[in-house]
């Protein structure tokens, strides 16, 4: 299976980046192919809601989001990786997430697996509510079948999360793909 992961985070060296690696290296043993897209530090600019794709591409804007989009295409699986700001994805890949608009009937049509990755220093049991709820949107709108999730309570540093049990959640469920 080709996995894409969609990496949200500014800090590539942080507690998310941390999650992407042991995902990844759990999906990689069991024989897929994973590509980790940095989405922070690409050049790619919010839709503007022109609607000149029609839905369905191409893109008036011309940018980063152009490959980007290929690389969606070409996958079976979508992984959206973002620590929580201010209760939800960072802008980095929700930017990413509205230019889906130019090509969704192809993305809907290809019924991606997906996963959500993600990190919090809050670890309260309401913490995750609101990116679940926008990510469980996602999959119903864009007719993805997700394969599951780490929410990552109290993993406000780097050192905190490599203390935590969630690096391991995430190198199981990369491994637990099919």
């Known amino acids: 299976m080709k996995i894409l992961v969609l990496q949200g985070s500014p800090n590539t060296k942080g507690s998310t980046a941390l999650l992407v ?3 990844a290296r ?3 043993e069991v024989g897929h192919n994973v590509e980790v897209v ?3 530090n690409l050049d790619i600019a919010p839709c503007t809601g022109c609607v000149a794709c ?3 591409g191409p893109c008036a804007q011309s940018d980063d989001m152009d490959t980007l989009r290929a690389k969606i295409l070409a996958s079976d699986m979508l ?3 973002t620590p929580l700001y201010y209760y939800g994805m960072t802008a980095q890949l929700k930017a990413v997430i509205d230019r889906f608009c130019s090509a969704n009937s192809r993305i809907t049509g290809k019924q991606l697996k997906s996963a959500l990755l993600t990190v919090a220093w ?3 049991d309401w913490t995750f509510d609101a990116l679940e709820a926008h990510y469980n949107t996602l999959v119903r709108y864009l007719s993805l079948r997700d394969c599951g999730r780490v929410l990552g309570y109290g ?3 780097t050192s905190m999360t490599k203390r935590s049990q ?3 959640e995430a190198y199981r469920l990369g491994k637990s793909l099919s």
Do not use: L
């Open 26 to 28: 759990g999906a990689k």
């Open 155 to 157: 993993c406000g540093t």
């Open 54 to 56: 029609g839905y369905e």
């Open 122 to 124: 809050n670890a309260n």
């Open 21 to 23: 690696s042991e995902f």
């Open 79 to 81: 992984v959206f990786a």
């Open 166 to 168: 969630f690096p391991g």
């Open 38 to 40: 940095d989405v922070a």
